[in-house]
């Protein structure tokens, strides 16, 4: 049994609990950080001592925190050679366009752009440092354009843990207040991922008690 620490509204934690679904382990989630706390903790610190989420117990084994790095155990320990190949050049493969989605897509939107649009409130928000952002966010996506051009899934034709850690950013990019950049492929890799039982369940979740109003 999977035990979680995260709050459903955080973006980690919601690649984490993508993976889980698509693996369909079973799992219990406590409620952590943002309104919830419970981060600051002694028992907390003794999980993580980074104090942030999501952070996963594995049974009895010690505690797992960074989403990448629990991802990877994940899909090491339950995941189908197609989801993360044993081979270490196809393994390769993926894991570059999941640690770009992480490194170029996520960290260029989550706070540059969604917490600029959703996290700010309306009289306080900077459209030229948003529209700057976005420019910045959609250069990279152009990459993931091209490659979707050619490929079903960002890694190839597979679905793999790369289209974890790249998709789960798509739901917010897409349901935000912006003007987005025509990048039609991008557009139909999101609604391919739309309609997977595990990607509506856990990322396609409101961010209400994230708003600032």
């Not at 189908?80 to 390769?92: E, G, I, L, Q, T």
């Not at 649009?117 to 928000?125: I, K, L, S």
Request: glycine share 6%; hydrophobic share 40%.
């Amino acid at each position: 049994m999977l035990t979680i620490w995260g709050r459903r509204t955080s973006s980690n934690v919601q690649a984490l609990m993508w993976c889980v679904g698509e693996l369909n382990l079973a799992h219990i989630r406590h409620d952590a950080g943002h309104r919830y706390g419970g981060l600051d903790t002694p028992e907390f610190g003794r999980l993580n001592p980074n104090r942030t989420i999501p952070v996963l117990k594995d049974g009895t084994n010690p505690p797992i925190w960074e989403t990448g790095a629990i991802l990877r155990y994940l899909a090491t320990r339950y995941g189908k050679d197609s989801f993360w190949p044993s081979d270490p050049v196809r393994r390769a493969r993926v894991d570059q366009w999941a640690e770009w989605a992480k490194l170029n897509v996520a960290q260029a939107f989550t706070a540059p752009v969604f917490w600029r649009v959703v996290r700010t409130a309306p009289q306080d928000r900077d459209p030229a440092a948003i529209a700057r952002a976005l420019a910045e966010l959609e250069a990279k996506l152009a990459l993931a354009e091209a490659q979707l051009s050619r490929h079903a899934h960002i890694a190839g034709d597979a679905f793999t843990l790369a289209d974890i850690q790249l998709g789960h950013i798509l739901y917010r990019y897409y349901d935000i207040g912006i003007t987005r950049a025509p990048l039609p492929h991008l557009h139909l890799y999101y609604q391919r991922l739309s309609a997977r039982p595990a990607f509506r369940q856990h990322v396609m979740v409101p961010y209400d008690e994230l708003r600032v109003t």
